[in-house]
């Protein structure tokens, strides 16, 4: 039988979606009252890097190691994978030695071709493409701080990028309504926004953007890869800042959300994480509960059709 994989968030069904975040909920809490909870124990996630990461990395070791596993950090720098060992031999070999296996990458390409070589589930830690991980936090975030998301308006400012791409596939999956506020030639992908229909919208002007919202979510305007773009892009994005005063403009409710790490002076102001309606740092760290329930719903997807 071939595994699970988490690509995307069109890999899972919305029920399947909503039991991650009632199980990312649950186990932040066994966490706080100190109770431990090791159903992975023995297993053993593999983690590829091909780009930099701080929350990714951790939250996964640190995760697998709290859910009673472990974890091994594989850079392309220090396998055969940085000399040319192809994609499907690589993946042959450590899914037949390995639990999971996470892979931060590049093309997207990458993580179609290894998975369909892998007798293990494969995880995207952010792609160019698509950033999945981050939306089981950022919805966790949401339901614990505001409660359901379902017929909310969330607006997505600044690149239309991988992250975008994931918050246009959670505004169907999870059932929520997306504007995106972004300057001319930098649109979120065409055929997404074309399978979101009435789910997504662009408004450019970020005044008329915010109006109404309950979450305003930005990223960095250069991501990994685009370092050469990033000076032009600080001109190019101008006018695009998400400050207190846009804030002021959305639900009185608002949450602010931010995938980290944040450039205060170029997405954000200098003030706007210590503002009290941003939940970055919640945010941030529900990766680790999110991820948790990732990796024991597919490493051990028996426990979670007993729940
Ligand atoms: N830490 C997440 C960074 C997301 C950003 N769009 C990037 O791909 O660099
Ligand atoms: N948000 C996020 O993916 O952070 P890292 O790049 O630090 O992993």
Same mark, same amino acid.
């Given at each position: 039988?071939?595994p699970r994989?988490?690509?995307t968030l069109?890999?899972?069904?919305p029920?399947?979606?909503?039991?991650?975040?009632q199980?990312?909920?649950q186990?932040?809490k066994?966490?706080?009252q100190g109770?431990a909870c090791e159903?992975?124990?023995?297993r053993?996630l593999?983690m590829?890097?091909e780009k930099?990461?701080?929350?990714?990395?951790?939250?996964?070791?640190?995760?697998?190691?709290?859910?009673?596993g472990?974890?091994?950090f594989?850079s392309p720098?220090d396998t055969?994978l940085?000399?040319?060992?192809?994609?499907a031999d690589?993946a042959?070999?450590?899914s037949?030695m390995l639990?999971?296996?996470?892979?931060r990458?590049?093309a997207?390409s990458?993580l179609t071709?290894?998975?369909a070589h892998?007798?293990?589930?494969?995880i995207?830690?952010?792609s160019?493409?698509h950033?999945?991980?981050?939306?089981?936090?950022d919805m966790q975030?949401?339901?614990?701080?505001?409660g359901c998301?379902?017929?909310?308006?969330?607006?997505?400012f600044g690149?239309?990028?991988n992250?975008?791409?994931s918050?246009?596939e959670a505004?169907v999956?999870?059932g929520?309504?997306?504007?995106v506020s972004?300057?001319?030639?930098?649109?979120?992908?065409?055929e997404?926004?074309?399978?979101?229909?009435?789910?997504?919208?662009i408004?450019r002007d970020p005044?008329?953007a915010?109006q109404?919202?309950? %979450?305003i979510s930005?990223?960095?305007?250069a991501?990994?890869? $685009?370092? @050469?773009?990033a000076?032009?892009? !600080? *001109?190019?994005?101008?006018?695009y800042q998400?400050t207190?005063?846009?804030?002021?403009?959305?639900?009185p409710?608002v949450?602010?959300?931010?995938?980290?790490?944040?450039?205060r002076?170029?997405?954000?102001?200098?003030?706007l994480?210590?503002d009290?309606?941003?939940g %970055?740092w919640?945010?941030?760290?529900?990766?680790?509960?999110a $991820?948790? @329930?990732?990796l024991e719903f597919l !490493? *051990?997807p028996?426990?979670v059709s007993?729940?």
């Open positions: 039988m071939s994989h988490f690509l069109q890999d899972c069904t029920a399947e979606l909503e039991h991650l975040i199980r990312g909920m186990l932040k066994l966490r706080q109770i159903p992975l124990k023995g053993v593999g590829i890097f930099s990461s701080t929350r990714t990395r951790v939250s996964f070791e640190a995760g697998m190691f709290q859910l009673g472990s974890a091994l594989l720098r055969q940085g000399r040319g060992e192809p994609l690589s042959i070999v450590m037949s639990d999971a296996i996470m892979i990458t590049f997207h990458t071709e290894f998975a892998s007798s293990a589930p494969i995207n830690g952010l160019d493409d950033h999945p991980c981050q939306l089981l936090a975030t949401y339901r614990e701080l505001r998301i379902k017929d909310k308006t969330v607006v997505w690149d239309g990028n992250m975008c791409s918050y246009i505004a999956q999870y929520f309504n997306l504007v972004c300057p001319e030639g930098f649109d979120p992908d065409a997404l926004m074309r399978w979101a229909g009435s789910r997504a919208q408004i005044k008329q915010v109404g919202a309950h %979450v930005t990223d960095v305007w991501s990994m890869g $685009q370092e @050469a773009e000076q032009a892009r !600080i *001109k190019q994005f101008a006018g998400v207190r005063e846009l804030l002021d403009l959305a639900d409710q949450l602010f959300l931010h995938c980290l790490p944040a450039h002076g170029e997405e954000i102001s200098h003030d994480l210590e009290p309606r941003s %970055v919640t945010q941030a760290e529900n990766r680790l509960h $991820q948790k @329930a990732l !490493i *051990k028996s426990l007993n729940d």
